[in-house]
């Protein structure tokens, strides 16, 4: 089992509020990221950092935010939260982010804005 | 264009039944393929890693095959468990970037019944 922690689990917001999505991992590892995922979809990587102050944009265009203040902790902000951002968002860090480098997801965050 | 394709799509089959995944890819240049268990509202869980040389790695009752020549893969599930139910994501990732891209499928939606 990964000690990877996502808070909170569920989040049902209405339109227009900011929110945090909250993701810390114990294993100390540099590599981090974030996925968005739908329903029967694939993952989408939206975000991620390969340590302290780095941060990148992924693939799938996000409107999010993220920071990397800390090695632990990668949290993920939106400023004004849409309908068109319901989903669950995954994060997941990694050792070494080299080519035999496995990802620990978390439980994820199911995200409804009304 | 870099894909995965999984099928089939969703499958039910009975407790302690035998069962087959499949995944196509067209990744270049590839590096490693991974098969991820995913539960109903959890983050994914890899079960196996093959490189290219790989063409067989268990895990298990989870067998996974490689054939690098025809980029595909299968994951073989023996003797099905009710907790096998879940989403089997096939994840390919490519040799060509720093960061290591993942692609994921979208899943096979295996339901055992008892």
């Known amino acids: 089992e990964a000690d990877i922690y996502q808070t909170p689990r569920y989040l049902v917001i209405g339109t227009g509020k900011k929110i945090t999505l909250e993701c810390s991992q114990t294993?100390?590892?540099?590599?981090m990221y974030w996925y968005q995922q739908d329903p029967g979809m694939e993952l989408h990587l939206i975000h991620y950092?390969?340590?302290?102050?780095?941060?990148e944009k992924g693939d799938l265009s996000s409107e999010s935010t993220v920071s990397r203040i800390r090695t632990e902790h990668f949290p993920l902000t939106l400023e004004s939260a849409r309908p068109s951002h319901t989903s669950q968002y995954l994060c997941?860090?990694?050792?070494?982010?080299?080519?035999?480098?496995?990802?620990?997801f978390g439980p994820g965050t199911r995200l409804t804005v009304l | 264009k870099n894909q995965v394709e999984q099928s089939p799509q969703s499958l039910i089959i009975l407790e302690g039944k035998n069962c087959t995944l499949q995944?196509?890819?067209?990744?270049?240049?590839?590096?490693?393929l991974r098969w991820y268990k995913q539960d109903t509202g959890r983050g994914p869980v890899s079960l196996t890693i093959m490189t290219f040389s790989e063409n067989t790695k268990s895990n298990g009752r989870y067998t996974a095959t490689l054939d690098a020549d025809t980029k595909q893969s299968s994951l073989h599930i023996t003797a099905s468990q009710l907790s096998d139910s879940a989403s089997y994501i096939c994840?390919?990732?490519?040799?060509?970037?720093?960061?290591?891209?993942?692609?994921f499928g979208r899943g096979t939606q295996l339901t055992v019944w008892p």
């Open positions: 995944c196509n890819y067209t990744v270049s240049p590839f590096s490693n």
């Open positions: 950092s390969y340590g302290v102050n780095s941060t």
């Open positions: 994840v390919v990732k490519d040799r060509g970037s720093t960061l290591g891209r993942l692609y």
């Open positions: 294993m100390g590892h540099d590599k």
């Open positions: 997941a860090s990694s050792e070494f982010g080299g080519q035999g480098d496995t990802q620990y």
